[in-house]
């Protein structure tokens, strides 16, 4: 898995504070984890950084569209999504990211990368029903929607003079009296 450099957060060298960092992440992003669900992406992520003495907190914030093909009718739409999450970054022994809320990484460690964290979030944020907003308001023109409408059983109601030889019988014994 390539771990990707630009994600790297050297803490080390920061001052105590709020820090901030910026990122575009687009389809290249998601290919390098070999995820191949979008046809397309532009995500804007603010990561903020807050070291203090002897830990960090950090904020990860994401607004942006994911382009996928819709369930119905595998139309490409641009999904928005938005997402953010908490993470607590602690020192210890040795690295442990069994906890989504808290990162233990080891003493003497200068650096963190957010790709992962910031991988899982995108992905999370995508609607798991991908409804394309056309078949919502009506709006698609779809060859798939034609056919459906198309292939729809029609209800065709006929007012008729005809009616039910047994019901005209019922009625002339309530009219017989």
Not at 146 to 167: A, G, H, I, M, Y
């Amino acid at each position: 898995m390539m771990k990707l450099k630009e994600f790297f957060i050297p803490f080390s060298g920061l001052k105590l504070g709020k820090h901030e960092f910026g990122y575009e992440i687009d389809n290249t992003f998601f290919e390098s984890f070999d995820y191949q669900e979008f046809n397309d992406a532009s995500v804007q992520i603010t990561a903020i950084l807050d070291k203090m003495n002897n830990m960090m907190e950090l904020d990860i914030e994401a607004k942006g569209t994911v382009n996928v093909d819709g369930d119905l009718t595998g139309e490409p739409f641009d999904q928005p999504i938005s997402s953010n999450l908490h993470l607590v970054v602690k020192f210890g022994e040795e690295y442990n990211d069994e906890n989504d809320e808290i990162l233990v990484i080891p003493h003497g460690e200068y650096q963190i990368n957010i790709s992962q964290y910031i991988y899982e979030m995108l992905v999370l944020a995508v609607p798991q029903k991908r409804i394309h907003p056309g078949v919502l308001d009506g709006t698609l023109e779809s060859e798939i929607l034609d056919k459906l409408e198309e292939l729809q059983p029609k209800e065709v109601k006929e007012e008729s003079e005809n009616t039910d030889p047994r019901w005209d019988d019922l009625k002339k014994l309530l009219t017989d009296k």
